[in-house]
């Protein structure tokens, strides 16, 4: 290219790029003229209508210090917590007079005061209950109730007379002529702070309207001259008094009447007997009674902005207005004819002058020097600290992005060149062609301008262009792209994968595999990278990916762009809505997986009315302005938002327990509740009073002696329980408001559901004593059929020893006593010498003791005789070699035993005696028999050397029998023997056997105490 062909080219660019400026100059609006955004556009409206249970022909509000909304209708009174409105039924008078509330008031007290009408009184709201006042001949309507001074309460219609009422000391009292008031009707009664009674009074005379007051002590009304119609007076919160009629409104000059200042704001059309308040911004508002509602902000100092109305057009229920209220939170509330409406102070502001592109996306993009820049439909909007969006720049042709230049300015992307936006043809890129659609830009601190696009990533240099095919990243095309504070470039590879480039070296990851699902955005914070997925958020620092999954954290689900301020916040739009969390909480998660990140969300009830832009814009779609203010895009067009203006809701919420329902039984607000004989289930409701979001109050109950913990239902104002028993039970529940300022206290109900006659402690008893008998029943039935089985055996034994008694009877003594006799007859032969005579007598002798000792036995074995076994005893020990004497104790009266128990008790006795005396060394030997009612026992006490502790763990000593022994014979008879020794200290041993088993029945052998023997040699 020759030097004329470059000199002309630059002729071309100059010129064009002059034309460019002169075309922003013309095209941009002074900032000077451009227009205050719509105060209104400040508040969110709700509304609610006969649809959603709000009750026809509002005429009253007011709020009680529980937080409860009182609704004064045609339809009768209701109470409105924010969810659910509640009919409170009429007095009997009321409802035979089919009246309605006209008028409501709150005194000092908390109690709600209710003015009805045709002829109805006055009734007030205390403790759950409506009660009349007994007014004496009331008048047809009441239309306003004022609290007063000193408990006082105010009352007045507008008639001709009787006109204004006084409850004090309990009763009613006219006081019309006592405080000479003026002739005309009387309306929009109106208790200032000071106690100064205000009303608008109409004189039919000359269809004059004035305003009237009556200061606390004064002994008559005073009058405001105003030309207006309709007045109504309102203080504001600096306590300025301020008065609107049909002139319009204007300041109480020496604040408490009597001078009117100049008119600082217009009447709104078809105003009719309005009613003014000043909202907690010291904005106004006000009823117009036909034309909807209209407003004004507060301006510095005691000015009032312009005037502002709000419609049927723009979803007023009704132009019909009736009511207005200002509740203890904010938030503004208008009765009308048709439903109740809501307006909330909010902070993000839709900016309605920038208009939404119809053919494409909106853009935005934030300078080095905090300027925010954006195009829409007109053009390149441009966003100064402090200032309102301003026409910059009319685009031709499609610009595909914009994105922050170096030194101040930002790039404008076609599909054929970038642009500095202001900047002449010098900085002029071109981009090479074939010309297609360019997704995101961004210029990064060495200069390099970085597009993504189709196919590849490309970026500019001193060198000209470069590129990195997208497919070697693992995808066919490049989205987002934002450089960090290290100079690493980190871009969206089609939503599948994120690149890093650090340097020379280029990689991609997964994000499914690092746990982010799908990158919807990259961001870039004040020191790091955010990587914005549908399952997650990713951090990159230095290189090093970091994740926050959205199980854990499910703010952190579908975000599509983030931002970080200096203040130390980090804000994060997604399709939920916009997020606020703590930069410090957000880093502490990253790096300590799990810990907790507090997270405040704001979306539609906040102002911000519609979602991001669809998914197929990419790019930023939030910015953050020199002076802090967010600027966010979404479908429905821009958003703005100060951080700094957010004031959390600090006023923590009344809660209460609405209602209580078991079967067809239902208690409202039940304080101590008892429900009917056998209740099981029950429904208790409850409600938190805080209504400005009160979709976001969350609750907290538990039912002690039921739950263990604090149940957490979230937002849900039921609890359920089922399967309980009788008792009393306590109900406590804990609510926060939409900030999450909680109240601990919370409320609390007592519930008591009394037994049936099966749940009393009297069946439970009776209960105890039936099972108690049965099982000394089962007892006694398992001791007899023992006892039976026992005596069995021992039956069973003693025939067996019978029929023993009886072979050796038959048997061998007989033929024991044969051979004697032939033996005797061989003696008696003559022939026998004198030494074979002798050897048989011997014989014979010899036999007939073995004959006296067998019968003896057979004897025993028949139980020929019974001899008790004290006597046994006796005989035994007299029987004993010398060694030490034992000594026999019988205590009680004694009784004859069982054969069997008396034998194996004998032979028991007898081996712990040999044992003493043989084995033990002892020097005393102590033998005791118990004959009680309900057991017998023989005891054998020495003071021998003892039996080892391993001897008695084994139950016997190696190679000998006697302890074995004993135990079987002991459990032989159904006793049981124990068996305590130490060594040193002698042995104790004890054979106890129950009564029903050791004694002969109906028979005892002596009578007596305690009779101690001593065996004599």
């Known amino acids: 290219?020759?030097?004329?062909?470059?000199?002309?080219?630059?002729?071309?660019?100059?010129?064009?790029?002059?034309?460019?400026?002169?075309?922003?100059?013309?095209?941009?609006?002074?900032?000077?003229?451009?227009?205050?955004?719509?105060?209104?556009?400040?508040?969110?409206?709700?509304?609610?209508?006969?649809?959603?249970?709000?009750?026809?022909?509002?005429?009253?509000?007011?709020?009680?210090?529980?937080?409860?909304?009182?609704?004064?209708?045609q339809d009768g009174l209701f109470r409105f917590d924010g969810v659910r409105f509640e009919r409170i039924g009429p007095l009997r008078a009321q409802a035979q007079l089919g009246s309605a509330p006209r008028a409501l008031a709150v005194d000092a007290r908390g109690h709600l005061w209710i003015g009805y009408d045709q002829g109805a009184g006055v009734a007030v709201f205390r403790q759950g209950k409506l009660v009349d006042t007994a007014m004496p001949d009331p008048p047809p309507i009441i239309l306003s109730i004022m609290p007063g001074q000193n408990g006082e309460i105010w009352a007045n219609w507008g008639g001709w007379e009787n006109r204004l009422w006084r409850h004090r000391n309990g009763s009613w009292e006219s006081v019309e002529q006592r405080y000479s008031l003026p002739f005309g009707a009387l309306f929009n009664g109106y208790s200032a702070p000071n106690g100064t009674l205000w009303f608008g009074l109409w004189d039919p005379r000359d269809l004059s309207s004035h305003a009237i007051w009556l200061s606390p002590g004064a002994k008559r009304f005073a009058t405001l001259p105003s030309k207006g119609r309709y007045a109504s007076v309102a203080s504001d919160r600096k306590g300025a008094l301020w008065l609107s009629d049909t002139e319009g409104t204007r300041r109480v000059v020496n604040g408490t009447g009597g001078v009117l200042g100049p008119t600082v704001l217009p009447a709104p059309p078809n105003l009719v007997y309005p009613t003014v308040r000043f909202d907690h911004r010291n904005a106004l508002w006000g009823t117009s009674r036909a034309g909807g509602v209209f407003h004004a902000r507060a301006r510095k100092g005691s000015g009032l902005g312009p005037l502002e109305t709000f419609r049927s057009a723009d979803g007023l229920t009704s132009d019909l207005s009736n009511a207005l209220l200002v509740d203890r939170e904010g938030s503004i509330w208008v009765g009308t004819e048709?439903?109740?409406?809501?307006?909330?102070?909010?902070?993000?502001?839709?900016?309605?002058?920038?208009?939404?592109?119809?053919?494409?996306?909106?853009?935005?993009?934030?300078?080095?020097?905090?300027?925010?820049?954006?195009?829409?439909?007109?053009?390149?909007?441009?966003?100064?600290?402090?200032?309102?969006?301003?026409?910059?720049?009319?685009?031709?042709?499609?610009?595909?992005?914009?994105?922050?230049?170096?030194?101040?300015?930002?790039?404008?992307?076609?599909?054929?060149?970038?642009?500095?936006?202001g900047d002449r043809g010098e900085n002029r890129i071109t981009i090479p062609g074939p010309p297609g659609p360019i997704h995101a830009c961004v210029e990064d601190a060495q200069g390099r301008l970085w597009l993504t696009g189709e196919g590849a990533l490309r970026w500019h240099d001193a060198n000209g262009w470069h590129g990195l095919p997208s497919d070697r990243m693992g995808g066919k095309g490049t989205e987002e792209i934002v450089t960090g504070p290290e100079r690493e470039v980190v871009f969206n590879v089609r939503g599948t994968r994120f690149g890093i480039i650090v340097g020379n070296s280029a990689r991609s990851l997964s994000a499914a595999r690092v746990g982010i699902g799908y990158v919807n955005g990259i961001s870039r914070g004040l020191d790091y990278v955010l990587v914005n997925g549908t399952t997650g958020l990713a951090r990159v620092r230095n290189g090093v990916v970091s994740t926050l999954e959205s199980k854990r954290y499910p703010w952190a689900a579908r975000l599509r762009d983030a931002v970080q301020t200096i203040s130390g916040e980090t804000w994060l739009l997604g399709m939920t809505g916009l997020v606020r969390v703590r930069t410090a909480e957000l880093n502490r998660a990253f790096d300590n997986p799990g810990s907790p990140v507090a997270a405040e969300t704001f979306d539609s009830r906040d102002g911000l009315a519609s979602g991001p832009q669809h998914f197929g814009v990419r790019g930023t779609q939030m910015a953050v302005g020199g002076d802090g203010r967010l600027w966010i895009l979404s479908r429905s067009g821009l958003y703005s938002l100060d951080p700094s203006q957010l004031v959390p809701n600090k006023v923590p919420p009344v809660v209460s327990i609405t209602g209580l329902s078991a079967g067809p039984l239902n208690i409202r607000d039940p304080a101590n509740a008892s429900l009917p004989t056998g209740t099981t289930s029950l429904t208790i409701s409850y409600t938190a009073l805080s209504l400005a979001v009160p979709g976001r109050n969350q609750f907290r109950y538990r039912l002690e002696g039921i739950d263990e913990g604090w149940v957490d239902p979230g937002t849900r104002r039921q609890a359920f329980y089922t399967r309980l028993g009788p008792g009393t039970y306590r109900f406590h529940v804990i609510a926060a408001n939409n900030d999450g300022t909680w109240n601990r206290a919370g409320a609390a109900t007592r519930i008591h559901i009394p037994p049936t006659f099966v749940q009393s402690r009297l069946f439970l008893v009776l209960c105890a004593v039936a099972a108690g008998g049965l099982l000394v029943g089962l007892y006694s039935a398992r001791l007899r059929y023992l006892t039976r089985r026992i005596r069995a055996q021992m039956e069973a034994r003693l025939a067996e020893r019978e029929q023993i008694a009886r072979d050796l009877h038959d048997t061998l003594l007989q033929s024991i006593q044969g051979l004697m006799i032939r033996f005797h007859g061989l003696a008696l032969r003559p022939g026998l010498d004198a030494s074979t005579r002798r050897e048989i007598d011997e014989a014979l002798d010899q036999a007939e003791a073995a004959v006296v000792e067998g019968r003896e036995q057979v004897a025993g074995l028949r139980s020929a005789r019974i001899v008790g076994l004290p006597r046994q005893l006796d005989e035994f020990i007299?029987?004993?070699?010398?060694?030490?004497?034992?000594?026999?104790?019988?205590?009680?009266?004694?009784?004859?035993?069982?054969?069997l128990v008396m034998e194996e008790a004998m032979k028991i006795s007898r081996?712990?005696?040999?044992?003493?005396?043989?084995?033990?060394?002892?020097?005393?030997?102590?033998?005791?028999?118990?004959?009680?009612?309900?057991?017998?026992?023989?005891?054998?006490?020495?003071?021998?050397?003892?039996?080892?502790?391993e001897v008695l763990a084994a139950g016997r000593r190696e190679g000998h029998f006697g302890l074995p022994g004993m135990v079987e014979r002991a459990r032989r008879i159904g006793g049981e023997l124990n068996i305590r020794s130490t060594l040193g200290s002698g042995t104790s041993i004890t054979l106890q056997v129950p009564a029903r088993l050791a004694y002969l029945r109906g028979r005892r052998a002596n009578r007596g105490l305690t009779r101690v023997r001593a065996a004599s040699r």
Not at 351 to 367: C, F, H, Q
Not at 884 to 891: A, E, G
């Open 1 to 73: 290219m020759n030097r004329a062909c470059v000199a002309s080219r630059r002729a071309y660019w100059a010129i064009k790029g002059s034309l460019k400026l002169l075309a922003i100059v013309f095209v941009s609006p002074p900032a000077a003229v451009w227009a205050e955004t719509p105060d209104l556009a400040r508040y969110k409206h709700t509304s609610w209508t006969r649809d959603e249970g709000a009750p026809d022909g509002i005429r009253a509000l007011a709020q009680t210090p529980d937080g409860y909304l009182w609704i004064a209708s």
């Open 338 to 421: 048709q439903g109740l409406d809501r307006f909330r102070p909010v902070e993000i502001v839709r900016e309605s002058d920038v208009r939404v592109n119809p053919r494409g996306a909106m853009l935005i993009a934030r300078a080095e020097d905090g300027t925010v820049y954006l195009s829409s439909a007109d053009g390149i909007y441009e966003v100064r600290s402090g200032d309102r969006p301003r026409l910059r720049y009319a685009v031709r042709g499609e610009l595909q992005v914009i994105c922050p230049a170096r030194g101040g300015s930002v790039w404008l992307g076609y599909t054929d060149r970038a642009v500095r936006l």
């Open 911 to 949: 081996e712990a005696i040999l044992n003493a005396s043989r084995h033990a060394s002892a020097s005393t030997i102590q033998v005791t028999l118990n004959f009680r009612a309900d057991r017998f026992s023989v005891r054998v006490e020495d003071d021998g050397v003892g039996v080892a502790r």
């Open 878 to 899: 007299a029987s004993l070699p010398a060694g030490p004497t034992p000594f026999l104790q019988i205590d009680g009266d004694e009784r004859l035993l069982e054969p």
